[in-house]
Structures are given as structure tokens and as C-alpha cells.
């Protein structure tokens, strides 16, 4: 069972998703059914963070035992596809699962009166068959499917709620960005391929000589990653899908996004990662491309009036703190004394943050969504005097405004003082900037407070009440991480983010698939 | 190989279709000349993977019973395979994309991407 558990992974999610279609006219048990489902692959995927943790890199061959008969005639070739789980995958693998656990329950009342949830459900658990397929996978070729696969049930799920033109117009444009992406990465991979013959991350990742060609399939991967992480030249996209997505879905597509991210971080230091020269150049370009991402994100977020699309905007703004944290310890890989100095620490910060940002921003989202659930409207200008009613998502809308702020007892300081402290080292501007984002971050969510929540209480939200218990109860789950996280941001660091960083660090192991060479 | 124009005949219609695709996306207003410019740069990529893994005077991967002349001339089936699934792939993403545009006609009467922007800001 243990030895099997990559494969689990994926084809738990894969077989809900295809069952999800015969609960039709039944919502109650869909949900019951996805809620089931996803529960389920969070235990899969602690049982496999615990294994990879503790005992290195878990190799899956599909079709054959160990990836060393790889061929019939014993030619070690890796020709099968293989998942490759290190502790960098494992991480990102609880979080898609525990994301998508929590949006199943939010959404069991948050889109109760919307047509066709049997599907939206089965969407929802083909994203995360997705995401869980791109973190986990050993092999270009299938990381390229994963990646459409997540691309299709995301803007499907942008576009759900299709008696809105908008909902339509938001899912075209995640789609056409997603096509075009991954279009490209299937140009490099197949550059890749006609060099090396071979489609197995490791194997070219061991071969890589790196000329003018593996140049061109670099660039091509990294664009296309970028793009789909909504890094700041090719953004746009991101404020729309967000915003027009129901909350529920919010979570599993944040996790999407970082899925992307998580490619491109796996394409700069394995794939890539035995070009000493020119790998400190492409740390620079990241943790450039970071400072841009997080200041523009949060500049165009203070003047946003939707209250959803100024979270969104703040999506993109976060995103560069990962981009900047890894991009500094990629900047300094291969000298020993600088990334045992600050290195290690700033991919620590990025990394860290990834898992915070996604929980206190589908937490941020999730109360974006309450508010839309019970005033109907997502105009910040509209709204007011909402704390008397509605207690609990108040709470939890402070939890995530600080935490995302960067105050000191919750998550997003913990994560931020990392990248703060170590991106010094490296260049001080860069450090500036971070703050400034901070900064504005921390106005822009007090406005969000101030017309939402305090004021006058408004006549037409007279009989308002707080949402109901589904709802409330992912809220507060979410919350109390923030809380705990925040407190106790060693024993995440230790369990989690360091051995993900390590992974990351030592791509030499990961090369060696499973101890073959 | 022997520096024939015809052996990287292929690889310049790539390029052209890669062009021809990405001009298409970026300055058309249609949004079904949009997803058509989409299909050009699949068919481009399908066609460099087809083209990467061809060999000349190739044979066919049977590898129990091949002739002996055949021995280090097989093409590789995995080129193959792959754009097959990246074609069943493309259909997918092209009946969303098309579906996504047959909505948009609904609710706002013009497929004219300069006028379907309600989403700024």
C-alpha cells in the first residue's frame, strides 16, 4: 500500500471525479461524496510526506517495480512514465489536497443554489487530480498533460456560473493564456526531447549540456511557467479568474497557480541546475521579476472597488515574495558559503510562504465569498456596518488582513521576516521594496475593513445573518492555521519547508533516480 | 544529415506556422480567429514533435520480428504517441474554447474582443 501510494494520489481524485457525474439531482450526496473523496487524499497525502520525509525520494514506475528494469532487456534507459516524489512535491501535494478538502466544504452551501453541482464537483476534483499530477510527476512529457488537465477544470470552473457574461469572459481568458502556456512548454519538451532522446526530468537533467538550443527550451519554460503563475508581465489574467470563480473554488485554483510555480522553481533547479555560470543570471531575472510582481500587484490592488478583485490583485503581489525568496537562494546555488549563510533561508521564506499565502488567501477569499453570499454584491462602496451581523467571517476577515499585512503573531510574518532578512544580504533595494508592499498591503486591507465591516449599520442588510455552518466551519479551520502557523512556525519550517528546500538544494539526489545513476 | 534544404524543410514550416499563429492571436479581434491562431501554433508544436522523431528511410518499431536492415533505423514510437495525445488535448481545450465564445455571443451580442471588457480595472 505504502509503495503505491504516488499512484494513489492521483487516481483517488481521478476516480471520484469520473463517479461525481451519477449523483445527478442528488447535491447532497455529491458533496458528501467530493468532501469524501478529497478528505481521503489528505490522509493519502500526509501518509506520503511522512514516507518521503523519512526514508528520500520515492520513485513510482508505472508498469513495471523499480525504475531499474526499465526496459525488458534490462537497458537502463527510463523509458516508463515515473513519478518522482521528493519532500519539495510532498509539501506541495498536502497543500493541493488539504485546499481542495476545504473548498469541498465550502462549497456544500456557498453554490447549493446553482444548476449542474455534479459537475462542478467533478471539475473540482479533476483540478486537483491535476495539480497533484504536476507536483508529483517525474517526467516532462506527463507534466505537460497535468498541466492541461488543471488548465481545462480550471477555466471550466471560472466559467461556472455561465448565466454571467463575465464568468464566460474570465474562463476564455484563463484558457487562452493556459493554452498558449502550455503549448510552449510542450515546444521545450519536445526540444528537449529531440536532444536527449528522453523525456524523464531527471535523466535530461543529468545530461544537460546546455547550448544554444537548451537556452531556447529554458526560456520557453520559463515564460510559460511564469505566465501561468501570473507573474507581472502576463498578470492580467489573474484578477478575472479569481474574481469571477465561486469561493469555494478559490482555494484549489490558488493551489493551481502554485502548482505552476512549483514547475518553474522544478525546471530552474532540477532540470537546469548543473549550469554553474548562467543559473546565478536566471536568480536574478526571478527575484527581479518577484520585486515587479509584488510591487505592481499591490499598486493596482489599493485603487480596486470589488472587494474580490483587490484580493486578487494581492494574489499577484504575493507571488513575487515566493519568486524573490527562491530566486535569491537560486541566485547564490552554487556557492556553498553564501547559500549555507542566507541561501537556504530565503528559499526557506519563499517556500514557506507559498503554504501560508494559500491558506490565508482562501481564507481572505472565502470571507470575500461570504459577503457576496449574504449582500449580494462584491461593490466595497455598497456595503457597510456588516461586523454586528456577521461575527464570525469579520473575525476571520482580520485573521487573514493581518496575516497577510505581516503582523507578528500570524502566518505571513513568519514567512516574510525570512525573505526580509535573507534578500538583505543579497541587495538591500530588494528588501525595500518587500517592506513597501507590506506596507501598502496593510492600507489597502484597512480600507477593505473600514467599508465592509465598521460604520453605520446599512437599513438593507437589516435581516442579514452570519452564513451558514459549512461555510463558517472552512472559514475557521483555515483561521486557526493561520493562528498556528503563526506561533509555531519552527515545527512547519523543521517537518515541512526545510526538507522541501533541501530537495530543492540537492538535485544531485534527485537525479540519481532511486538510487539507480 | 547532408545538409539538404529538404531535411530542415519541416522545421521552417514550423516556424512559419509559429508566426502565423502568434500574429494571429495578437492582432486579431475575432475571438474564433483567436482560438483558430490557438490551433495554428498546435498544429505547429505536433508537427516539430513528429518532426524531431522522424529518421530517414525509417521503419516501423516492431521489435520482436523486424528485418535486419531495420536494426538502428526505427523510428521511435514515443514522437508519435505524444502528439496523438497532444491532438486529443487540443480538441479538448478547442470545443471549451469555442463553447466559452458561444457564451460570450450570448450575453454580449459581438465575439469583437475589444468589446467583450466588462472584467477591468
Sequence with gaps: MIEHLPALMVAVPLFGAFIAPLFKKHYKGVSMWAALITGSTVILSLLLAKQVVTNGIMVYVFGADKPSIVLPSGYAVPIRIMFEVDAMGAFMAISATLMSFIGAIYSY??????????KYY????????????????????NLFVFLEIA????????????????????????????????????????ILYGQYGNLNLAYIAKNVSFNMVDMIALGLLFTSFAMKCGAVPMHYWVPDAYTEVPAGINPPLLVATYASLYALFRVSFTLFANIVIDLARVGWIMSILGVLTMFIGVTMALVQKDVKRLMSYHAISQTGYMLLGVGVGLTVLHDPSKLAEFGRDAMAGGVFHIINHII?????????????????????????????????????FMVGAA????????????????????????NPLLTVFAM?????TLASFVKVFASAFLGPPLEKFQDKREVPKPMVIAMLILAVLCILFGLFP???????????????????????????? | MNGNIFVNFPFIVVAILLAL???????????????????????????????????????????????????????????????LTSIVIGVAVTALMLAFAVNIYKHYGTLDITRVRRLRG
Design chain 1, 151 to 190: 488548465g481545462i477544470a480550471g477555466s471550466a470552473l471560472v466559467g461556472f456560473r455561465n448565466y454571467r457574461g463575465e464568468a464566460s469572459e474570465a474562463g476564455i481568458k484563463y484558457l487562452i493564456v493556459s493554452a498558449v502556456a502550455s503549448l510552449m512548454v510542450l515546444f521545450a519538451v519536445a
Design chain 1, 490 to 517: 519552527n515545527l512547519v519550517l523543521d517537518k515541512l519547508v526545510y526538507p522541501a528546500v533541501d530537495a530543492l538544494i540537492n538535485f544531485a539526489q534527485y537525479h540519481s533516480w532511486g538510487g539507480l545513476a
Design chain 1, 360 to 396: 490565508y488567501k482562501s481564507l481572505l477569499l472565502m470571507t470575500a465569498g461570504a459577503l457576496f453570499y449574504v449582500t449580494g454584491t462584491r461593490n466595497l462602496n455598497e456595503m457597510g456596518g456588516l461586523a454586528r451581523k456577521m461575527p464570525i467571517t469579520t473575525i476571520s
Design chain 2, 21 to 83: 499563429g502568434f500574429y494571429t492571436i495578437g492582432f486579431k479581434r475575432n475571438l474564433i480567429k483567436v482560438v483558430i491562431g490557438i490551433e495554428i501554433l498546435e498544429g505547429a508544436v505536433n508537427m516539430f514533435i513528429v518532426a524531431v522523431g522522424y529518421i530517414k528511410g525509417g521503419y516501423v518499431p516492431i521489435y520482436t520480428q523486424a528485418p535486419q536492415e531495420a536494426v538502428g533505423r526505427m523510428v521511435l514510437p514515443t514522437p508519435q504517441a505524444l502528439t
Design chain 1, 122 to 141: 467533478a471539475l473540482l476534483m479533476l483540478l486537483e487530480t491535476g495539480i497533484l499530477g504536476m507536483v508529483l510527476t517525474g517526467d516532462l512529457f
Design chain 1, 109 to 118: 452551501t456557498h453554490v447549493e443554489k446553482e444548476a449542474g453541482l455534479e
Design chain 1, 403 to 426: 496575516a497577510i499585512s505581516g503582523l507578528p503573531p500570524f502566518n505571513g510574518f513568519a514567512s516574510k521576516i525570512l525573505i526580509y532578512e535573507t534578500s538583505y544580504r543579497l
Design chain 1, 436 to 440: 513597501v508592499t507590506s506596507v501598502l
